[in-house]
């Protein structure tokens, strides 16, 4: 890590803002900022974008051949590294590895765990220590001049001679191994694991950091550590022992697995500690230590008067009183010897300033400090996981222990969550809106408390390593579940106002979820609750109605009675039909004569309403019941004159408002609704149109797979625009984009944006999905899980749709250069989807080139986190820029230079064009569509073409489309 001392600028800046913010530090305060400043202060160094001509009448697109690496470049060889390597690593696997609960389908403010981060570096200063290097020095400066001098004086012909001294190098004193526990309920704790490396990297006390994972292997009988993104990269525990000491473990488990109980880590943690610091970090605070395996240990203070002594070596300053009550006969010293032969001492630190500071002074071999531990078993006897609530004990018992144990913030959120169906995505939702000051040591205390059962698509699962529930299960996914006893009693703790406050809170959410506004998801709850059950969130909507039901029972009041009964109404009624069943009674005496004898204006309005669903399989009957009209709306009708353009817009909510009723319950697709913009040719919006699509959500988390109807389009560029083109660039590569030629879309799904970074990492993790190759988990120059994911080849993401088409069952694959085009145009004919030209404010590009007339703009020099700029018209984001888009095209020069079946060039019907043989299709380099970051926006163009050999990696990112499987 480069460090930056803080120039006399900076720092009268930062006093400055101090005293303008009316901040009144004292010179302790100040001087630990700029302390702060020093420690986190890196350089970053620019990015290098790669090669694409970005210069006016230079601009060329990149050459087939793979970027060759310069062979007269030399470089100084690397000074040996006092590191030593666990393994031996692939460039994918040194990639800091992004773990954690950002990838959640629902996005909610969680509540941080890091709020006293300025405390936690302060803490652990003692760790910030060098020691001379065992393998690399450097010239002692002093030493040479002196020794240089000395040899020179005398010599006769006046000469000076240089005679270098080495000196050993300064390093830091210590490396981490960060292990972070492969078991179920770990799956809580998986984003903190990430904050905590990135926290350990950054307060520059270690020379280096690693993660990885630690279980037991059921079918081998023995440990299993292996690196956080790779499965079949795995070390054996003896190679965690440094050579020299230098290396820290740390073992980060909430210790509730039953490996604890049955002492299973106990060896590694005896053979790692006799040669080097080993020390358990646990999530839970100290003070619900006792509530894990710990418990079967003897809790001690620890302390140690030498730097960097191996942790088994650490002394214990009292005698546990259990065990001396237990051994009243032997003396202290006997009795300290026969427990060093029957225990070891395991540091066991939380992280608060506290425990931290405390650690870490015994750990630098201050006398006078101690730290917290505790003495496990040598040789362990197998135990069973006690119950967390004595089966002894009533609820209410249970309760008023749970009440007097917790902590303050814990014991309110489990109240609040009495009132509340239960899964993560809501508590941290209530966290953030209603207990903001708790944390993620608060969820560990309700969610191990006993009193929530933990539910997996509607079944309860355990805490089971090969069970469903296991370290790899989405939390999200997860609902958990109060007995009605327990229920009832945590409400009536809760109170009646606090209890509708949260209800208020809740409706919010699911409202915003199903895209209603809370008076009106209210008002359907209460009036018609079937139009909600046929909605995306039918179960939490039936979940938050049986939970409010007996909120509202318990306000006592006839209006709230009232409002229990209609609610419990609805949790009792049985779940709507199938629609096709419900309107094929409705329907079957319809004939379509009936429908014939509608009015002129009525006929229109049904016309328009079949063109809306034209892809779908819809009976003229059914669209005839579908589409109710008032009396008086049928009056307008019959007597006005009105055709398709002047249909009034009461009549297109109408269409809007039934094409959502068919689509949406009877194919089980979501409405997406937002907002397009044009602009001219100086990149002054002109206009703005409502965006109405319909999408199916998949797994990976907030694939959203958008239905692209059918129709035709003109591809390509006109012969004028190319020749204009051509000469301002002076480059033939324009006319790629020719002839202009009308192409027939069947309608298909593609994704809203490019596959995301998490997205990918959640395919390639899948191991037992592959098809035909490996594919790196965290490929992706610029970091950010909903950052497009990009240095992929064609052949990546051709696996990763082999990939999803196996898990989901349905089939999925790149989209061809017809399919990409005519969803980007989305109806439009000008360079962009957003009309003439391109500015910052609509997509990332490299903005400081124009296209047109518009002023020069922002460039942002890297991708940017996906969906933030205004979609097309068929709802699609970042078509333009962003990254390049592989597709299914074996890539030609033109639309027009070889036949293909029975007519001349690219095919018409929307499907990819390829070579003739295998063999070709294999040599061929692969389309690429929509341009990329630093492309300058003359490639960012709906119509513009690229290329590059399927096999390499290029700055390109894809989307996916689903075909078959997925009826229309």
Not at 249 to 278: E, M
Not at 307 to 317: E, G
Not at 629 to 634: A, H, I, K, R, S
Not at 890 to 919: I, L, V
Request: charged share 25%; hydrophobic share 35%.
């Amino acid at each position: 890590m480069t460090q930056t001392l803080p120039t006399p600028e900076l720092i009268d800046k930062f006093i400055t803002f101090v005293k303008g913010r009316g901040w009144d530090l004292d010179s302790y305060q100040i001087a630990d900022s700029l302390w702060w400043y020093v420690l986190t202060q890196e350089e970053e160094g620019k990015p290098q974008p790669p090669t694409e001509p970005r210069e006016e009448k230079k601009e060329t697109p990149p050459t087939k051949n793979p970027p060759q690496e310069s062979k007269n470049e030399t470089q100084e060889p690397a000074a040996p590294s006092d590191e030593v390597p666990l393994i031996r690593e692939t460039e994918a696997q040194k990639q800091p590895e992004k773990i954690g609960a950002d990838t959640l389908p629902i996005s909610l403010p969680g509540a941080k765990f890091w709020r006293e981060t300025r405390k936690l570096g302060r803490a652990v200063r003692p760790l910030i220590q060098k020691i001379d290097s065992a393998t690399q020095r450097q010239i002692n400066l002093n030493s040479t001049v002196q020794k240089s001098a000395e040899y020179s004086i005398g010599k006769k012909d006046g000469s000076l001679a240089l005679i270098p001294v080495y000196q050993a190098k300064k390093v830091r004193s210590l490396e981490v191994v960060l292990l972070i526990e492969e078991w179920a309920s770990m799956v809580f704790w998986k984003e903190m694991a990430g904050e905590i490396r990135d926290w350990l990297e950054q307060i520059g006390a270690f020379r280096d950091v690693k993660l990885y994972r630690i279980g037991w292997d059921e079918d081998r009988q023995n440990l299993a550590i292996r690196t956080y993104s790779n499965d079949t990269c795995s070390i054996h525990p003896k190679d965690l022992i440094h050579p020299r000491g230098e290396r820290l473990i740390l073992f980060y488990s909430d210790c509730t697995s039953p490996d604890w109980y049955q002492g299973r880590y106990n060896q590694a943690l005896q053979d790692w500690g006799k040669h080097q610091i080993v020390t358990l970090l646990s999530p839970f605070p100290e003070a619900m230590w006792e509530r894990t395996a710990l418990s079967r240990g003897w809790f001690v203070s620890l302390v140690n008067q030498t730097p960097r002594k191996p942790s088994q070596n650490w002394r214990f300053t009292s005698i546990p009183l259990l065990l001396q009550i237990e051994n009243e006969e032997e003396n202290q010293h006997i009795l300290r010897e026969t427990i060093q032969k029957t225990y070891f001492p395991l540091p066991t630190i939380s992280l608060t300033p506290s425990s931290l500071k405390a650690w870490a002074l015994v750990l630098s071999g201050d006398s006078n400090a101690t730290c917290a531990g505790v003495l496990l078993e040598k040789s362990p006897q197998n135990r069973e996981i006690p119950a967390t609530i004595s089966p002894e004990m009533s609820g209410k018992q249970a309760l008023e222990l749970f009440a007097s144990t917790a902590s303050p913030l814990a014991w309110e959120l489990l109240k609040k969550l009495a009132a509340a169906p239960v899964n993560l995505p809501i508590i941290r939702l209530i966290q953030s809106k209603l207990l903001s000051a708790s944390n993620p040591l608060n969820i560990a205390e309700v969610i191990l408390s006993g009193f929530l059962k933990v539910y997996l698509g509607g079944e309860p699962v355990k805490w089971d390593k090969g069970g469903k529930f296991n370290f790899h299960t989405p939390d999200h996914s997860l609902d958990f579940e109060f007995d009605d006893e327990v229920r009832e009693l945590l409400l009536t703790e809760l109170g009646n106002s606090r209890a509708l406050e949260v209800i208020f809170v809740l409706s919010e959410y699911i409202a915003q979820k199903l895209n209603l506004s809370t008076t009106t998801f209210f008002g359907l709850i209460l009036t018609n609750p079937q139009v909600l059950l046929g909605k995306e969130a039918a179960n939490l909507v039936r979940a938050f109605a049986k939970v409010s039901a007996k909120v509202f029972q318990k306000l006592g009041e006839a209006k709230y009675q009232e409002i229990s009964q209609k609610l419990q109404s609805m949790v009792d009624s049985p779940p709507p039909p199938p629609v096709e069943e419900k309107w094929l009674r409705k329907y079957k005496t319809v004939t379509i004569a009936k429908v014939k004898e509608l009015t002129g204006g009525e006929e229109i309005l049904f016309q328009l309403l079949k063109d809306r669903l034209k892809d779908f399989s819809v009976e003229d009957g059914e669209l005839y019941q579908r589409l109710r009209l008032t009396p008086e709306q049928l009056k307008i009708l019959a007597s006005e004159e009105i055709t398709a353009e002047t249909i009034p817009v009461q009549f297109r909510e109408v269409l809007d408002n039934t094409e959502e009723e068919i689509i949406t319950q009877k194919f089980n697709l979501t409405l997406f609704k937002s907002e397009t913009v044009f602009v001219d040719e100086r990149g002054q919006i002109t206009a703005k149109e409502p965006v109405r699509a319909f999408y199916f959500e998949e797994n990976p988390p907030s694939l959203k797979m958008l239905y692209i109807p059918s129709g035709e389009f003109w591809m390509g560029t006109e012969a004028e625009e190319i020749a204009r083109l051509v000469e301002r660039y002076d480059s033939d590569w324009f006319k790629g984009e020719s002839p202009r030629h009308l192409v027939k879309i069947a309608p298909f799904y593609l994704s809203q944006t490019p596959i995301t970074q998490a997205q990918w990492l959640y395919i390639a993790r899948r191991e037992d999905l592959k098809v035909e190759r490996d594919l790196k988990p965290e490929p992706s120059r610029f970091k950010g899980s909903t950052n497009p994911v990009e240095n992929v080849s064609w052949l990546d993401a051709v696996e990763f749709c082999q990939r999803l088409s196996k898990m989901t069952k349905k089939q999925y694959r790149l989209p061809s250069e017809a399919e990409w085009e005519y969803a980007c145009r989305a109806g439009t004919t000008t360079p962009f989807h957003f009309g003439a030209t391109l500015t910052s404010n609509l997509a990332n590009y490299d903005a400081t080139k124009r296209f047109a007339e518009e002023p020069a703009g922002e460039y942002r020099e890297k991708t940017t986190p996906v969906g933030q700029f205004p979609p097309n018209g068929f709802g699609l984001y970042d078509m333009h820029g962003n990254v390049w888009e592989w597709c299914q095209d074996d890539f030609w020069e033109n639309y027009d230079d070889d036949f293909w079946e029975n007519y001349q060039g690219a095919p018409r019907d929307g499907s990819p064009r390829r070579e003739k043989s295998k063999k070709q299709q294999n040599q061929a380099n692969k389309a690429l569509r929509g341009g990329s970051w630093y492309s300058s926006p003359s490639f960012c163009r709906s119509a513009c073409r690229n290329s590059y050999d399927r096999r390499y990696l290029f700055n390109s990112g894809f989307r996916v489309v689903c075909g078959a499987g997925r009826t229309l």
